[in-house]
């Protein structure tokens, strides 16, 4: 469950998920994120949370 940054409210539901590669460290190993889309119902506001990180 997220928590809407702007209100506060917890957000249960999320509207959208994708994976993407992030950026190397510095040994040059990229780390492998999945995100998250939420809308809350409270203030409508649209916000990203990563929801897992994994190095590939």
Same mark, same amino acid.
């Given at each position: 469950m997220a928590k809407?940054?702007?209100c506060g409210a917890d957000v249960p539901k999320m509207?959208?998920?994708w994976k993407m590669?992030?950026?190397p460290d510095? !040994?040059?190993k990229?780390? !492998?994120l999945e995100i998250g889309l939420y809308e809350c119902p409270k203030?409508?506001?649209s916000?990203?949370?990563v929801l897992s990180k994994?190095?590939?």
């Open positions: 809407c940054p702007k509207k959208k998920s590669a992030g950026r510095k !040994q040059g990229r780390m !492998q203030c409508h506001a916000f990203r949370e994994k190095k590939i």
